[in-house]
């Protein structure tokens, strides 16, 4: 049967934990470098929708995002790096979804989350700068 109870081998899982890592570092990297690149525009939406220091609000994500994004991808204190981008959803599912008509974005932002949760649990697994350091140091 294809979908059996058995654990994959652990290369596999190895290669996956990679591919989902380096994906959702994409994702917050293209999401960052586009608030960096289009500030004013990002200030803007987020004022329009009511966000306190908006400013504040825009820079701060940005840079957790960016720096959330290079350590997961790098797989460089993953756990922290996942932390960082987990905390930059927050305020924005918060304010952005408060209007029914931003349920897409609320769902999206929730999907986000949960992806970011087993790095926040396992860390970046074999495929990372954290484990060569581990290796390396033994």
Same mark, same amino acid.
């Not at 949960?114 to 790095?119: D, S, T, W």
């Not at 860390?123 to 954290?130: I, M, N, Q, V």
């Given at each position: 049967m294809v979908f059996e109870s058995k654990s994959p081998p652990p290369a596999l899982r190895a290669l996956v934990l990679l591919a989902g890592r380096l994906l959702a570092a994409l994702a917050f990297l293209a999401v960052s470098l586009g608030q960096a690149l289009h500030y004013g525009d990002a200030c803007a939406a987020a004022r329009s929708l009511g966000m306190p220091w908006a400013d504040v609000y825009v820079a701060a994500a940005s840079a957790m995002q960016f720096a959330g994004g290079l350590m997961l991808g790098l797989g460089w204190r993953a756990r922290l790096g996942? +932390?960082?981008?987990? +905390?930059? /959803?927050? %305020? +924005?599912?918060? $304010?952005?979804? /408060? %209007?029914?008509?931003?349920?897409?974005?609320?769902? @999206?932002?929730l999907a986000a /989350? =949960? =992806?970011? $949760? %087993?790095?926040?649990v396992t @860390?970046? @697994? %074999?495929?990372?700068?954290?484990n060569l350091r581990r290796v390396l140091s033994k």
């Open positions: 996942a +932390a960082f981008l987990s +905390a930059s /959803l927050l %305020p +924005a599912v918060w $304010m952005f979804t /408060l %209007p029914a008509a931003n349920r897409l974005y609320l769902a @999206g932002a /989350l =949960g =992806g970011l $949760m %087993p790095y926040l @860390g970046a @697994g %074999p495929y990372s700068l954290d």
